[in-house]
């Protein structure tokens, strides 16, 4: 299993890979101190486990998080226990508190390795998202995007409709549009993205244009431009 080492403390880093060496099954592919680093790290190395500290200089674990398109397996590693709940809220495996002990560390990795594999972790960079870690000020998800009905573009952000949640993601809703599945995803017009699985009814309006309700109320307006396309696609 590749693992990534991310903390700020190089002491606590070696102290880690000193523990994880009695596991012969998991590699240490590489080490990062700080957010930035550890981004490239994740794009460049594919890690299938990240152990990731909370408080470092530059931005916390969880801003790292919501950096990345695909999230690996996460336990955290740290010296404060206040942030326990919030970890557990984005589903890391385990959240252990420094010192590490071994036998702690061991569960945490029974727990890791008996998770099945999740499609993405050896993908290539434009494979489909299947989920997205999204932080909203204080709170944190991960988001499967199957049950997100809509995406709605607020300048380079991205507001996601998903259940009764409005999460807004930091990023602009092009890039995000190359990695949505195009099964399920329907550009509307320049700033809606729907899930056609979230779709309730479709009115024709006046001119031909088309109107779309979606699971939970939300209305939306097919372009002329995308009308012909969404016709094909759904056999309207």
């Not at 590699?27 to 486990?49: M, T």
């Not at 470092?56 to 010296?79: C, E, K």
């Not at 996601?160 to 549009?177: D, I, M, N, V, Y």
């Not at 195009?182 to 550009?187: D, G, L, Q, V």
């Amino acid at each position: 299993m590749k693992s990534l080492i991310v903390d700020d403390e190089p002491l606590a880093r070696r102290e880690l890979r000193r523990l994880l060496a009695e596991f012969p099954w998991v590699e240490v592919v590489g080490e990062a101190g700080d957010v930035n680093e550890a981004a490239a790290r994740v794009e460049a190395l594919a890690p299938d486990l990240i152990f990731l500290d909370i408080q470092m200089p530059g931005g916390s674990g969880f801003d790292l998080l919501a950096r990345l398109d695909h999230v690996p397996r996460v336990i955290f590693t740290t010296a404060y226990d206040h942030h326990a709940v919030r970890a557990f809220e984005v589903n890391a495996l385990d959240y252990l508190l420094k010192p590490i002990e071994p036998q702690r560390l061991a569960a945490a990795l029974t727990r890791a390795r008996s998770m099945p594999e999740e499609r993405g972790v050896e993908a290539p960079p434009h494979d489909i998202l299947e989920r997205l870690f999204v932080r909203d000020g204080d709170r944190c998800w991960f988001v499967p995007l199957r049950e997100v009905c809509m995406l709605l573009a607020e300048g380079n952000y991205v507001r996601l409709f998903w259940g009764q949640e409005r999460p807004l993601l930091g990023r602009p809703l092009q890039s995000l549009e190359q990695r949505l599945d195009p099964k399920r995803f329907f550009r509307a017009n320049r700033k809606q993205i729907i899930n056609v699985d979230c779709i309730e009814n479709v009115e024709l309006g006046i001119g031909g244009q088309l109107h779309v309700r979606l699971r939970g109320g939300s209305e939306v307006e097919i372009s002329r431009r995308q009308a012909r396309l969404f016709r094909m696609q759904m056999s309207v």
